[in-house]
């Protein structure tokens, strides 16, 4: 098992930068892929970022491309994502989740439990 903690999300305005932090426990060896997803109300959540666990090239949404950034430290087991330029628009409730080595997409990823970003203008 893996256990997925978010941090860092708030109310801040537009144009302002925000940091999430994921903290990743349990079974780590079990991870292939990291990812940072996001839901509104009313909308599927959606895949905004990731990358593989052991590094390597990162995947980003065209939504937030330029602006965001998800990194790992491996020593302290944490996956972060650097929001700068924050539009009102990416209010959402963002998720940490962490893909099995041997599935394929993300259906059987452990889940964090969300936090919330509000950004006004």
């Known amino acids: 098992q893996v256990q997925l903690v978010e941090s860092g999300g708030g109310l801040v305005q537009a144009g302002d930068p925000l940091r999430l932090s994921c903290a990743v426990s349990g079974s780590i060896s079990s991870i292939s892929v990291m990812g940072w997803y996001r839901q509104t109300l009313g909308k599927e959540r959606e895949l905004i970022a990731a990358a593989r666990w052991s590094g390597g090239t990162s995947y980003y949404h065209n939504s937030v491309k330029g602006r965001f950034t998800i990194s790992r430290d491996n020593a302290e087991n944490t996956v972060y994502l650097q929001m700068n330029s924050l539009k009102p628009e990416d209010t959402a409730i963002y998720y940490c989740?962490?893909?099995?080595?041997?599935?394929?997409?993300?259906?059987?990823?452990?889940w964090g439990r969300g936090t919330q970003v509000t950004v006004s203008l």
């Open positions: 989740a962490a893909a099995k080595k041997g599935t394929t997409g993300w259906e059987d990823a452990y």
